[in-house]
């Protein structure tokens, strides 16, 4: 059976094998977060309005546009959300497994800007050291700042 099904797949090319892996396979979302850092260390955490009022504390965080390179989301992202403009460094994380979202983490450095916060989605933007990290802030980010020192 398994020949068989090998030699399908052989004949088929291009295409209809494409076709047939987009119906066979769970389609993703690609949620993008930067862990943004000034010069003394600090990392950048935004008050979120959308987010649960128990949570409302993250990192810059958004979807991936089809076709953006995922640093480049972080760096579209934060300029978005905040005005400010960083630069992307390495990544730091990639996850999967909630619903249709895969999660990808950067660390970012702020290189300038001025803050200035969409109030659509942004309430309140910080700088914080990482031993007094807000009330509210969403664990896996937690997890994401503690993992990463500071360069």
Do not use: C
């Not at 400010?84 to 390495?90: M, S, Y």
Request: net charge positive; aromatic share 10%; proline share 4%.
């Amino acid at each position: 059976m398994k020949r068989l099904v090998a030699r399908l797949w052989r004949l088929m090319r291009g295409s209809l094998q494409w076709r047939v892996l987009w119906v066979a396979h769970a389609k993703f979302v690609v949620g993008v977060t930067g862990v943004v850092r000034n010069e003394g260390g600090e990392v950048l955490l935004l008050k979120h309005r959308l987010w649960s009022p128990r949570h409302p504390w993250g990192l810059p965080t958004g979807f991936a546009a089809k076709g953006e390179e995922f640093s480049a989301t972080v760096v579209r992202e934060v300029k978005e959300e905040t005005g400010l403009d960083v630069v992307a460094g390495r990544l730091v994380r990639v996850r999967s497994g909630y619903r249709l979202r895969v999660e990808v983490a950067y660390e970012a450095v702020y290189v300038g800007g001025t803050l200035r916060i969409d109030p659509f989605e942004i309430l309140e933007a910080r700088w914080f050291r990482a031993d007094e990290l807000p009330t509210g802030l969403q664990e896996a980010h937690r997890e994401l700042i503690r993992g990463i020192e500071p360069s």
